[in-house]
């Protein structure tokens, strides 16, 4: 700020304070007037100047607080979530790497825009441009939630104006297209068996414990020996037992409904107890799964050297669910390429360009297991072994069995 004689008012600032705003000091106390330069700003001092000569007391204009944008509020939540948002032995949950893929969309639009004037009309332009980065329908519409989740935060905290995330929870998400196939279906049986052939040893096990347990992928991956309950009546809820002399129970503690309050059991009947034998004969806190231990046993059998490729390779100790469906998808590679050449010897014609045996994820075995359940069973003993709170939701992962439906017909018509 430019000198003054004692006595004399200050001049209008010849630079900009910090915050941008032009700043003078009277009797002491600071007087803010708004940015730096502009003609109001000049109004404003000429105004309190005159008013200070005036003998008129003068109270200090506290120094306005610069916008917030979006992008700061952002990168708050981000340190927030990662800081607040762990599981009971403290490791970050998954949603703390998947919103920063949700801020990234919205920053790349959004990030100098003062965020209290981000709302409803907003939201929809940022909605209608995630289908251009290539985004599914579903996938978009779960970044959209936690973009609102991001505006729920900054309201609880002050950051944005009350009504802020009623107005964006208004916004609807991406509407379906005639064309979309959002139901994820059940792994045609015919692609099924002829894929299994081709999986590793440890894969070929998880795939059909999925199949009779109904487990989740996460889930059948995380599975440790201590987990397993063998013998004797437990009870479950007050009053209610099960008997694990003939059934082997695991109560999960980690799943991904678990921060409702959901409990989630997996149950394991005589066959599945025959696939998870011999997997534990390890420490108890070691993982069922282990890409090592494929590895070990497919170099052994092809008489390869075992500790020279690992040490190049360095597999896990424990599957993903990223490892675990890419290891899927080379089996049924393998499984498509071994039908063309067994078509081909039998002088069938096909399309080089399409498949016989189709590209399947593990996230489908539970659509499956449902499925059969809901068959045999009834959709009653399916929402229990899935472990879904609401027949609803069960609901959505069976398949409608069109045979006994054209059976029925064949007899009611």
Known sequence: ???????????????????????????G?????????????????????????????VR??????????????????LDDARRTRRKPDGSPTKEV??????????????????????????????RDSLPARGWG?????????????????????????????????AVPG????????????????????????????????????????????????????????????????????VDTSAVWLVRLREHKNAWRGQKRYLFFGPKAQELITPYLDRPAESFLFSPREAATRWLEEEGRDVENWLRSRNPGDRYTADSYRAAVQRGCDRADADAKREARKAGLKFDPKSRLVCRWCPAQLRHNAATRLCSEFGPEVARIVLGHRDLGITRRYVADDLQKASSAIARFG
């Open 1 to 27: 700020m430019p000198r003054k004689k004692p006595g004399e008012p200050p001049v209008y600032p010849s630079k900009p304070h910090a915050s941008g705003q032009a700043r003078i000091r009277l009797d």
């Open 29 to 57: 106390r600071d007087h803010y007037l708004g940015v730096w330069g502009t003609a109001e700003s000049r109004l404003k001092y000429a105004e309190l100047i005159d008013r200070w000569r005036r003998g008129e007391g």
């Open 60 to 77: 200090a204009v506290a120094a306005p607080v610069s916008p917030r944008t979006v992008a700061d509020v952002a990168a708050m939540f």
């Open 97 to 126: 790497a998947n919103f920063p893929y949700a801020v990234e969309a919205l920053c790349e639009q959004f990030a100098d825009l003062p965020a209290e004037r981000f709302g409803a009309a907003q939201l929809l332009d940022l």
């Open 137 to 169: 329908r579903r996938y978009a519409n779960r970044q959209l939630t936690r973009i609102k989740t991001l505006f729920r935060w900054a309201e609880l905290r002050q950051l944005v104006p009350a009504g802020t995330f009623a107005a964006l929870r």
């Open 174 to 241: 991406l509407p379906r297209r005639n064309d979309d196939d959002d139901e994820l279906p059940p792994v045609p049986e015919d692609d099924l068996a002829a894929t299994l052939p081709f999986l590793g040893h440890v894969v070929r096990d998880i795939v059909p414990l999925q199949l009779l347990t109904g487990a989740r992928v996460g889930e059948a991956l995380s599975l440790r020996p201590r987990d397993f309950i063998r013998g004797g009546s437990v009870e479950v809820e007050r009053g209610v037992y």
